[in-house]
């Protein structure tokens, strides 16, 4: 056992640094080569850029170990990257149509922007403002809590990490858009990290509790997600080859072009003639 936790030490902080590369490498690929991010929560980005950042800052006073810091700033690298893809590749806004289920409005349309300019605005600002907060804390004796602070805050934030998805997935029933191979890296990397978390001391170096409490929550929302997609799969417009259509109780099949007997949006109504034909005269 004390071989293994070597080990373990000895591997772990480069499976964890790398780790933002392995999970999210895949994930940008397919947006890029599909050239659309539907299924894909921008709140995945949103919470990985807020946290990382804040981690950051909160090295400054904990002294960490320097596997999790240096994770945090390629983090940011790969998310701002993912942003970057996720925004240019965005699907067009859908016009409204009856009984359509529409996203709910946050306030001032945070997060929710058609415009690429105000996500990357809000990013500067963020940053700009707690460089400013750093540098005003740093010399009394409030710096300490101050980053604390910050990294509860940062720790909380990526804790929640899988639930946007996890919402979103139960909601359409299905995890179209959502790459397996992050579900599987976030499920690998959590078993790393737990061993090396709980491994490892609590002191200048080491992995505060706040990390381990927060990473045990994570793994708990990934293990949901393995369910989800189990469970659900790609969801029910995907009807491959072999699915049955179901049917409705108005004799129409759903997946073709009707939904509830109605038509669907850009199907074609096509009505067969045979049988309609007058009989030809001879």
């Known amino acids: 056992m004390v071989f293994l936790n070597a080990v373990v030490k000895l591997i772990a902080p480069i499976f964890i640094i790398t780790s933002p590369i392995t999970s999210y490498a895949d994930q940008i690929y397919s947006i890029h080569r599909t050239r659309s991010s539907t299924g894909f929560s921008l709140d995945i980005p949103l919470i990985m850029l807020v946290a990382s950042i804040l981690k950051v800052y909160y090295w400054f006073g904990a002294h960490f170990s320097r596997a999790l810091l240096l994770q945090a700033i390629l983090m940011i690298g790969i998310q701002l990257l993912l942003l970057h893809v996720a925004l240019t590749h965005r699907p067009p806004p859908t016009h409204h149509t009856p009984f359509a289920a529409h996203p709910s409005p946050r306030p001032y349309g945070f ?10 605005s809000f990013l500067t600002y963020l940053t700009v403002s707690l460089l400013a907060l750093h540098v005003l804390f740093s010399a009394t004796s409030l710096f300490i809590p101050y980053t604390e602070m910050l990294g509860l805050v940062a720790l909380a934030i990526e804790a929640t990490l899988p639930l946007p998805q996890l919402w979103a997935n139960q909601k359409r029933r299905g995890c179209k858009g959502f790459r397996v191979s992050v579900v599987a890296n976030w499920l690998v990397g959590d078993v790393f990290k737990m061993w090396f978390f709980f491994a490892q ?18 793994m708990c929302c990934d293990v949901g997600l393995g369910v989800q997609w189990w469970i659900f799969g790609d969801g029910p417009e995907d009807l491959g080859v072999g699915k049955t259509k179901e049917a409705v ?32 005269v001879v």
Do not use: H
């Open 111 to 120: 997060w929710q922007w058609r415009s690429v300019k105000p996500y990357w």
């Open 201 to 218: 001391g609590e002191g200048e170096g080491g992995v505060p509790i706040a990390f381990k409490l927060c990473g045990v929550f994570q």
């Open 249 to 280: 109780g108005n004799g129409f099949l759903k997946g073709d072009g009707f939904t509830n007997g109605i038509p669907e949006k850009g199907v074609p109504l096509e009505m067969t003639m045979e049988g309609w034909q007058r009989t030809r």
